[in-house]
Protein backbone atom coordinates (compact mmCIF):
# COMPACT_ATOMS: atom_id res chain seq x y z
CA UNK A 1 0.00 0.00 0.00
CA UNK A 2 1.48 3.26 -0.71
CA UNK A 3 1.06 6.30 1.66
CA UNK A 4 -0.37 9.50 0.74
CA UNK A 5 3.17 11.36 1.20
CA UNK A 6 4.80 8.47 -1.43
CA UNK A 7 1.54 9.62 -3.57
CA UNK A 8 2.56 13.07 -3.11
CA UNK A 9 6.10 12.66 -3.64
CA UNK A 10 5.05 10.70 -7.24
CA UNK A 11 3.12 13.52 -8.44
CA UNK A 12 6.00 16.01 -7.75
CA UNK A 13 8.22 13.83 -9.53
CA UNK A 14 5.78 13.29 -12.62
CA UNK A 15 4.92 17.49 -12.59
CA UNK A 16 8.74 18.18 -12.61
CA UNK A 17 8.69 15.32 -15.73
CA UNK A 18 6.05 16.75 -17.29
CA UNK A 19 7.13 20.55 -17.33
CA UNK A 20 10.59 19.26 -18.55
CA UNK A 21 8.40 17.23 -21.11
CA UNK A 22 6.62 20.06 -22.30
CA UNK A 23 9.66 22.46 -22.60
CA UNK A 24 11.64 19.61 -24.48
CA UNK A 25 8.34 19.25 -26.93
CA UNK A 26 7.59 23.01 -27.50
CA UNK A 27 11.30 24.02 -28.05
CA UNK A 28 11.41 20.66 -30.85
CA UNK A 29 8.12 20.47 -32.64
CA UNK A 30 6.80 22.63 -35.16
CA UNK A 31 4.81 25.12 -34.90
CA UNK A 32 1.06 25.30 -36.36
CA UNK A 33 1.01 27.62 -39.62
CA UNK A 34 -2.77 28.26 -39.42
CA UNK A 35 -5.33 29.69 -36.33
CA UNK A 36 -7.32 26.23 -35.56
CA UNK A 37 -7.25 24.90 -32.56
CA UNK A 38 -8.91 21.36 -32.89
CA UNK A 39 -8.42 20.52 -29.35
CA UNK A 40 -9.58 21.82 -26.15
CA UNK A 41 -7.33 22.53 -23.00
CA UNK A 42 -7.87 19.19 -20.37
CA UNK A 43 -9.12 19.61 -17.07
CA UNK A 44 -6.28 17.27 -15.67
CA UNK A 45 -2.94 18.23 -15.92
CA UNK A 46 -0.96 15.59 -17.50
CA UNK A 47 0.90 14.56 -14.31
CA UNK A 48 -2.42 14.05 -12.54
CA UNK A 49 -3.22 11.69 -15.50
CA UNK A 50 0.28 10.29 -15.05
CA UNK A 51 0.07 9.50 -11.25
CA UNK A 52 -3.64 7.76 -11.74
CA UNK A 53 -1.57 5.34 -14.17
CA UNK A 54 1.25 5.18 -11.97
CA UNK A 55 -1.21 4.16 -9.06
CA UNK A 56 -3.36 1.63 -11.30
CA UNK A 57 -0.51 -0.28 -12.69
CA UNK A 58 1.20 -0.46 -9.22
CA UNK A 59 -2.29 -1.60 -7.26
CA UNK A 60 -2.17 -5.23 -9.78
CA UNK A 61 -5.72 -4.94 -10.58
CA UNK A 62 -6.44 -6.42 -13.60
CA UNK A 63 -9.59 -3.64 -14.91
CA UNK A 64 -8.89 0.50 -14.96
CA UNK A 65 -12.71 0.89 -14.86
CA UNK A 66 -13.62 -1.10 -12.11
CA UNK A 67 -10.53 0.11 -9.80
CA UNK A 68 -11.63 3.83 -10.29
CA UNK A 69 -14.98 3.09 -10.06
CA UNK A 70 -13.84 1.42 -6.77
CA UNK A 71 -12.03 4.13 -5.64
CA UNK A 72 -13.97 6.84 -6.10
CA UNK A 73 -16.73 5.21 -4.29
CA UNK A 74 -14.85 4.72 -0.65
CA UNK A 75 -13.90 8.28 -1.13
CA UNK A 76 -17.57 9.19 -1.30
CA UNK A 77 -18.39 7.07 1.40
CA UNK A 78 -15.64 8.83 3.49
CA UNK A 79 -16.65 12.42 2.45
CA UNK A 80 -20.42 11.60 2.82
CA UNK A 81 -21.31 8.90 4.65
CA UNK A 82 -25.09 9.25 5.48
CA UNK A 83 -25.56 8.59 1.22
CA UNK A 84 -26.22 5.67 0.61
CA UNK A 85 -23.97 3.10 -1.27
CA UNK A 86 -26.51 2.20 -3.78
CA UNK A 87 -26.81 5.65 -4.86
CA UNK A 88 -23.16 6.20 -5.34
CA UNK A 89 -22.96 3.50 -8.10
Same mark, same amino acid.
Given at each position: ??? /???? &? /????? &?? *??????? =???? $?? &? @??????? $?????? &???? =????? +??? @??????????????? *? /????? =??????? +???? =? +??
Amino acid at each position: MIT /EDKV &T /EIFYM &TY *DFCKFFD =AMTA $KY &T @LKPNGKR $KYHRDS &TMSK =AEVIL +IMI @LFHDSGCLCFIETVN *D /ELKNI =AQVEHPN +IDAL =A +IS
